[in-house]
């Protein structure tokens, strides 16, 4: 099992942009990854996800034509470019692995996961 370090989190007004990027370390085999979110008092929420190949990605309806994840291979890193960003972003972002993942916005799918990052935005 490998692990996987996020960065790029921080604090921009609404309507600004962000990218975070995740490190996947030490992972032996193909990979899907992706990422979630999870703000206080709230569950854990699928944002994003890019499976093993790059093939196919989706997105949670809230960040649908504003997000999109991306992933580089050479480097084994996971990007999450953020548009349009609102307020209702704020929450730490956490990046997620797993050879095999269920569905994919439940977070139980994942077996692996970062530290988190936070973003914040403000009105």
């Known amino acids: 099992q490998g692990q996987l370090v996020e960065s790029g989190g921080g604090s921009v007004q609404a309507g600004g942009s962000l990218r975070l990027s995740c490190a996947a370390l030490?992972?032996?085999?193909?990979?899907?990854m992706a990422w979630f979110r999870q703000a206080p008092g709230k569950e854990r929420e699928g944002v994003a996800v890019?499976?093993?190949?790059?093939?196919?990605?989706y997105y949670g309806d809230s960040v649908q034509g504003r997000f999109t994840i991306s992933q580089d291979s050479a480097k084994n890193t996971l990007y999450l470019q953020m548009n349009g960003l609102k307020p209702e972003d704020t929450a730490m972002y956490y990046c997620?692995?797993?050879?095999?993942?269920?569905?994919?916005?439940?977070?139980?799918?994942?077996?692996?996961w970062g530290q988190g990052t936070q973003v914040t935005v403000s009105s």
């Open positions: 030490g992972f032996v085999s193909r990979i899907s």
């Open positions: 890019i499976f093993s190949g790059g093939a196919y990605t």
């Open positions: 997620a692995a797993d050879h095999r993942p269920g569905n994919w916005y439940q977070a139980d799918s994942w077996n692996s």
